[in-house]
């Protein structure tokens, strides 16, 4: 029996019960909404992944998100939005709200399914840590030290391409534009090209070998780690 959680939230609940359905036949526990506001007065902290509709009442999918990703206890979750709207304009709404994926209007089960199976093993892969080092396999950060070891062999990063690989593997999964990386890895500081952070990258990319792959660029986006 898989251990994961998952909520349904969608206005249609015929949608919901098939999700549900189809969801549970793949081992998930799985619960459903047919709001916003009735999954709001869940226990999101217990949830693994969300699929969130969109477009629903006085509280849409997205605002639902932003108020998730502001709290401590439910900003990691996992967000699979689900929605007829597909323009460029939504997805990327979407992806700077932090979500995990985007499943547009009329779509197969088993997508879904592949795509839920996708988020899950990608986020598993963020392992535990406590506050003073996070690692993905064998990259290991020590945030105190500000040192990044490969397999046991220290790599030679910059304070920004450290702060850079740290912002990407806390929020693994998650697309972060160039602006939101400028805003949160050089804040206020002189101006700053965005050719500047495919620069870093770039480097980033040479130095950590090997997980170099995992940080993935989404054209038009910005760029994450281990997303597919």
């Not at 709200?97 to 197969?108: E, Q």
Request: hydrophobic share 40%; proline share 2%.
């Amino acid at each position: 029996m898989n251990e994961h959680r998952i909520l349904v939230v969608d206005d249609e609940e015929d949608l919901c019960e098939i999700l549900k359905f189809n969801l549970e036949m793949e081992g998930y526990a799985v619960d459903t909404a047919n709001s916003a506001e009735e999954a709001l007065k869940l226990d999101m902290s217990r949830y693994d992944l969300l699929l969130l509709d969109v477009m629903m009442g006085e509280i849409s999918g997205f605002k639902m998100a932003s108020m998730l990703k502001k709290n401590k206890d439910t900003q990691d979750i996992p967000i699979i939005f689900i929605t007829a709207k597909d323009t460029e304009n939504d997805t990327l709404t979407g992806f700077n709200l932090g979500a995990d994926d985007y499943i547009s209007k009329p779509f197969s089960l088993r997508e879904v399914i592949m795509r839920v199976k996708a988020v899950l093993r990608r986020t598993a892969g963020l392992q535990a840590q406590t506050p003073e080092q996070i690692s993905y396999k064998g990259l290991v950060m020590n945030i105190p030290q500000k040192k990044v070891t490969i397999n046991g062999e220290e790599a030679p990063l910059t304070k920004k391409e450290f702060e850079i690989l740290l912002l990407l593997l806390q929020n693994q999964g998650r697309v972060f534009s160039r602006e939101d990386i400028l805003a949160k890895v050089w804040h206020d500081e002189v101006y700053v090209l965005d050719r500047t952070i495919d620069v870093n990258i770039t480097r980033l990319r040479k130095k950590i070998g090997e997980y170099g792959q995992r940080i993935v660029t989404r054209l038009g986006y910005g760029y994450c780690f281990e997303c597919e």
